[in-house]
C-alpha cells in the first residue's frame, strides 16, 4: 500500500509541475531570437497572438504545438490564413498542418529537436508542426 501511495503522489507532484511549467509560458510568452508571434482568428473573427518558437527545415518556416495547451493550433486549423510576425516584420500567410508520421513530419522534427528535460517538464505533448507559406 506504501508503494501505490509513493507512486500516488509522486504522479501527482509530477502533474503539478506540468501544469506550473505550462501555466508560466502561456502567461510569461518568452520571446527570443528564435521566435515569431503567430495571429490567429477566432470563429467570430477576434484576432489573437501567441508567441511560439520558429522552425525551419528543407528551406522553408515551420512553428511547432510543443505544448498541451494549444488553442492557437486549434484557431489554425480552422482557419488557416494566418499573419505572423517575424523581428517585427508581419507578413501574411497560409498555414499548412503537416501530418504526423510524415516524411515531412520526420525531417522537420530531426531537423528541430527538442531537450529531453523540456519534453518532461511539458508532459511529453506530441509534437504537431505546420508550414507557413507565404501569401502573395
Known amino acids: 500500500m506504501k508503494i501505490v501511495k509513493g507512486i ?12 506550473a511549467f505550462e501555466s508560466m509560458i ?10 515569431l508571434v503567430i495571429t490567429t482568428r477566432s470563429e467570430e473573427g477576434a484576432s ?15 512553428v511547432a504545438a510543443n505544448h498541451w495547451p494549444r488553442a492557437w493550433y486549434d484557431r489554425l486549423l480552422a482557419n488557416p490564413e494566418v499573419q505572423v510576425t517575424v523581428e517585427g516584420v508581419k507578413g501574411d500567410y497560409r498555414a499548412v498542418a503537416v501530418d504526423a508520421g510524415s516524411e515531412e513530419h520526420l525531417r522537420v522534427a530531426g531537423d528541430n529537436p527538442v531537450p529531453g528535460w523540456f519534453r518532461f517538464v511539458t508532459g511529453f505533448p506530441p509534437r504537431l508542426f505546420v508550414r507557413l507559406e507565404p501569401r502573395a
Open 8 to 19: 500516488a503522489i509522486a504522479l501527482l507532484v509530477y502533474v503539478g509541475i506540468v501544469a
Open 26 to 35: 502561456g502567461t510569461l510568452q518568452p520571446q527570443a531570437g528564435s521566435t
Open 48 to 62: 489573437h497572438d501567441r508567441v511560439v518558437s520558429r522552425l525551419e527545415s528543407g528551406g522553408a518556416l515551420y
